[in-house]
């Protein structure tokens, strides 16, 4: 994984709002919709829209469409890569 990568998830992981959704997303182990984010948030569409784009450009989350309806799952793989890269620079 790139520093560049890395920096963009670090940024992404430091706002609470998007922990609050990778944790609501995580405890569901399914797909999370729009409407469950802002049932867990207390925010409207807008700034639910501005965390989304967030952990959709650092990668943590995977969206889908159908139809109308947009749903986000979590993106385990890189969560993986993130915490493996973590580890190889403590071991440094």
């Known amino acids: 994984m790139e520093l560049k ?33 802002k049932h867990i948030t207390q925010l409207a569409q807008p700034s639910v829209s501005h965390h989304l784009k967030t952990l959709i450009e650092a990668d943590l989350i995977e969206p889908e469409k159908e139809g109308r309806n947009h749903s986000y799952q979590l993106n385990k793989n890189v969560f993986n890569a993130y915490i493996a890269q973590l580890n190889e620079m403590v071991k440094m």
Do not use: H, N, V, Y
């Not at 670090?10 to 944790?23: E, F, M, P, Q, Y």
């Open 5 to 37: 990568q890395l920096e963009k998830i670090s940024k992404a992981l430091g706002d609470i709002t998007r922990l609050k959704i990778l944790s609501g997303m995580a405890t569901c182990e399914g797909s999370f919709q729009c409407a469950d984010i």
